[in-house]
């Protein structure tokens, strides 16, 4: 009996794009025609001028990697692509989460929970409270495990978005 071991990881892609519309959607196509699964993706403007970052997260071995990268830099609106390192990233997320909040001793529970993940309040209704948190997707898992049991009403997450450790820049 022969097991096959699953050797994929998750894999953190920056790329630097020219900011301009239709560049995600071409990008976006890639990974469909090629049959590539996007778990995540995050786009925002860079530190030059016309210039955004895309970060990337995709499942796959090696071989899956070599072929994303490939594709994506034979994209013209692509100006440089790179596999970040997990050990060399620092990867944060931003989650909203609205919790059913409706007696006085579960609005305190879900405030204390909240500063022991270094979470804001930002929002707060009769029934309900609304907390900021940012940080490792590790985290605001554990959090959103803790409040569930009051009852969430709603989350909304950016996903993560990751930066290489240090002065190395793409």
């Known amino acids: 009996m022969v097991i096959k071991l699953d050797d994929s990881r998750t894999h953190i892609i920056s ?93 305190s529970e879900v405030i204390q929970y909240a500063n022991i993940f270094r979470g804001r309040i930002i929002d707060v209704s009769p029934e309900t409270l609304t907390i900021e948190i940012t940080g490792p997707p590790e985290k605001i898992e554990a959090l959103i495990d803790l409040v569930t049991t009051f009852g969430i009403k709603e989350i909304a997450r950016t996903g993560p978005t990751a930066i290489s450790r240090g002065i190395k820049t793409i």
């Open 15 to 107: 790329a630097l794009v020219l900011n301009k519309p239709g560049v995600l959607q071409r990008v976006a196509g890639l990974f469909t025609r090629r049959g590539f699964n996007i778990e995540n993706i995050t786009v925002g403007t860079s530190e030059q001028e016309n210039l955004a970052r895309m970060t990337i997260i995709a499942k796959g071995d090696e071989k899956v990697l070599e072929q994303i990268t490939k594709q994506l830099n034979k994209l013209i609106d692509v100006i440089k692509v790179r596999d970040l390192e997990p050990e060399k990233t620092v990867k944060r997320e931003l989650c909203l989460i609205k919790v059913h909040t409706a007696t006085e001793k579960v609005r």
